[in-house]
Structure formats: C-alpha cells, structure tokens
C-alpha cells in the first residue's frame, strides 16, 4: 500500500524523489513557530517595555514633589549583588499627599537593578533632601510617579528579535500558502503566464510565433563591447555573495543580540547558564556562516567577474557563430575551457512523488588552454567560432519538459577549487522551418 504522506526524501545521481506534502507541512510548521514566537514575543515586549515607557513620556501629569531622602536597594539574584537608586519624594495631587519611593518607570515596575555601585550612587547625588523637584505621575494612578522619562536605547533594540521572528515565518507562511495543494505544473503555468505578459522583442523585431520556444529578451538587453550581446550569468556570483552576506549579517544580528545579553550577565556577576548553553549552537551556525561568506569573498575577488559575448541571438542549428571571452582576476590556472552544453530535464510524478531527472544530451568543446596566467591589471581574453549541431533540438520549455542551451565556462586555479559559469542562450528552430526569415 503507497503512502500518502512520505516522511523522507531519496536521491541518485540527478534524480530527486520526495514528498511535496510532507515537505510543505514541515516547512509551514516550522514557520507558523517563527511567527507565533515574534508575535508573542513582541506583545509582551510592547507590555512591558515599550507602552509603559511611552506613557510616562507623553501622558503622565506634571507636579511638583519634595525630596525626603534617597537610598540604595539592593538584591542578590544568581549569587550577585544587585543595586538601583530610589529616591523618596512627598507630592500633593487635587489635595491629597502621595509618598514613594521613584526613580524612572522601570523602578516603579520593579526593574531598574544593576552591579554598578558607583552609576547608582552618582544618580542620588543630583538629588538633596528637602528640595523640590519636578516629578510625573499617572493621571489615573497618582500612586504611579516618576521623576526621569526618555526612552532607553536597549529596549528598541531588543525589537529587533521578535520583529526578525515576525517576517520570517510570516513570509515563510505567506509563500506557503500562496503555493500550497499547487503542482509543479501548475507553478510552471503561472511562471509562463507572467512571462508572456507585455510586448515580447528579440534584436528589435517581433518574437516568432514559438509558444514553447523561450524569448530570448533576456540575453539580447545587454550589448556587448567585441560582439553584439554580452550573455547574462545564470547565478551571478556577485549577487551570490551578496546574499551569503546579506544571510551572514541578519543571523549574526539576531544572535549578537541575545550574545550580548549572556556575556552582560556574566560580566554583571549574574549568569544565565540556560541561555547561554541555548545561544551556543546559533553562535556555532553564525561563526559557520561568517567563514563560509570569507571564503567565498576571497574564492571570487580572486578568480574575478566572467564576461562571454555573442555575435547573435537566438541561434539556429546548422548556424556558425562568434564567441568571446574575458576572464578577469589575479590567479594561475592549470586550465580553462569553453563548452556548448544542451540539457534536458524532464519532470513527472510517481504516485505521490515529484521527479525531476537532468540529462546532459550535447557537450561540444569551444575552446581550451592549459596552463594560462590571469593578471590583474589585464584579463585574459580569446575569440573563437563555433557551429550549432545541425539537426539538433531547439530550446524547449513547457511544464513538464525543458531543452536548456547554455555556455559553460570552467575552470581550474591553483590552490582554489574549480569554478563553472554557465551563460544561457536560446536556440530557435532550423530558418527552413515555420520561422524562416
């Protein structure tokens, strides 16, 4: 009996297989996690924090109050000595007298407690018995009283955490019900219909009447400085590092925050061994992230930007064209090679699974060099000719199938790892056909 929700997920070589249900329920439950934990962690932040800040500063009335004396309290938390300053004033509010002890809006709701001694002890010094002074209270709590307002930087800095938690699975949530109970099929459909929306040109002239052919607008907008088009790179490495770092930063962010909070504990004489043994493994992933983004940014400065221009768009089989190549950087390469690469990938389902198979059906050498040296002041560059098979299939992409054309370029420095850039082009049907120009 086959399953209808599969827990795993296999693959062998360029085939993958796995549950599309089970794999969006995790993803949804791990998501609706992030957003419940920012949801409840920034209410209870805006409680606590936030709302009483913001009405001491803009709602509490203003009196005047007559200091009767100052101290300092004191508490042991986590075997440490914890100390605040605590002012106690006399004030009259509409004829009744009210006495407290006050500092700021966190000393009235039973925070404000620090290891500094000395801040606490220069706080009271502003402070002498028997003088008046200006003081805030709750309209609809006189009790309630304050003699410092403004707003504490830590406290929105700490939104950062449940805020971060919010767009997370919000937007995780948001994906996953915009795609839930939708094939691969009918994701495809939708891909191709914004596609189509709009004029579709290619080299200035209307786009054949190819519905399954894709246009090649994308490779045609950029004109090249040798040829005609300079090809797009599928995967920028550029845009590729700068997500790695934009993904190092927003981790590392979150955590540093809770970081510095475990390392303040300690320092403070008061440490939180939960948090801290729970921050480890972030911190772990975060050091991880931070080495991986390194190396990459040292593996891409080093080997620098790929440019490959083209003599025409879109290719026909049969046809003869020119190729350029300008690869920029500071490196020795054992050696370096162009490719006219043909793909085809195929996808169906299988019960309740999706398959996606690859198969490389053409790979013809354009060009190869060994042993080359890259300067950095003078990119190393060639031209060279190429034909497209006769008889060979042209680009071809629906929602099951797609026939993928595309230049490789590989390569092989010293002492880095190899690197492939692949640069897409579009082939049209033989001109004998239904496109002839």
Request: charge should be positive; hydrophobic fraction near 40%.
């Amino acid at each position: 009996m086959v399953r209808s929700f599969r827990l795993y997920q296999k693959k062998r070589g360029n085939r993958r297989t796995g549950s599309k249900k089970s794999g969006s329920a995790g993803e949804a439950v791990f998501f609706g996690v992030f957003f419940l934990l920012g949801c409840g962690g920034l209410v209870v932040m805006f409680a606590t924090l936030v709302i009483p800040e913001w009405r001491a500063n803009h709602e509490f009335a203003r009196a005047t109050c007559t200091v009767r004396g100052t101290l300092i309290a004191q508490k042991e938390e986590a075997g440490a000595t914890l100390y605040r300053p605590e002012v106690d004033i006399e004030y009259e509010i509409d004829g009744k007298t009210y006495g407290t002890r006050t500092y700021d809006i966190h000393t009235i709701r039973g925070g404000g407690y620090s290891t500094e001694l000395d801040d606490a002890q220069a706080i009271l010094e502003r402070f002498r018995a028997g003088e008046q002074y200006i003081v805030h209270y709750n309209p609809s709590d006189p009790r309630e009283a304050v003699l410092v307002r403004g707003s504490i930087w830590w406290v929105w800095l700490s939104l950062v955490v449940p805020v971060s938690f919010l767009l997370i699975g919000g937007g995780g949530l948001i994906y996953r019900v915009f795609t839930w109970g939708k094939s691969a099929e009918r994701l495809a459909a939708i891909a191709r219909k914004a596609a189509t929306l709009g004029a579709l040109t290619t080299n200035g002239k209307a786009a054949p009447d190819f519905p399954y052919v894709p246009v090649p607008t994308n490779v045609t907008d950029s004109p090249g400085t040798k040829l005609a088009f300079r090809l797009p790179v599928a995967g920028s490495p550029g845009w590729a590092l700068f997500a790695r770092l934009m993904a190092c930063l927003f981790w590392n962010g979150i955590v540093a925050v809770f970081l510095v909070i475990v390392v303040r504990g300690f320092l403070e004489g008061s440490p939180s061994w939960f948090l801290a043994i729970f921050v480890s493994p972030f911190v772990l992933i975060g050091i991880g992230l931070i080495v991986f983004f390194l190396r990459q940014l040292v593996v891409t400065t080093g080997i620098g930007p790929t440019l490959v221009e083209i003599s025409d768009q879109p290719l026909h089989p049969g046809g003869q064209y020119r190729l350029f190549l300008s690869q920029t950087g500071r490196l020795k390469m054992n050696w370096l090679e162009l490719l006219l690469v043909c793909e085809e990938e195929t996808t169906y389902r299988q019960g309740t699974d999706t398959r996606t198979e690859t198969e490389r059906v053409c790979q013809k050498p354009l060009f190869r060099r060994e042993q080359l040296e890259v300067a950095g002041s003078r990119p190393f560059e060639v031209e060279c000719q190429f034909e497209v098979p006769a008889g060979a299939m042209h680009s071809f992409k629906s929602g099951h199938n797609e026939i993928a054309w595309k230049i490789l370029v590989k390569g092989s420095p010293v002492r880095w790892p190899d690197f492939e850039r692949s640069f897409p082009v579009i082939v049209y049907p033989g001109r004998n056909g239904k496109s002839d120009e």
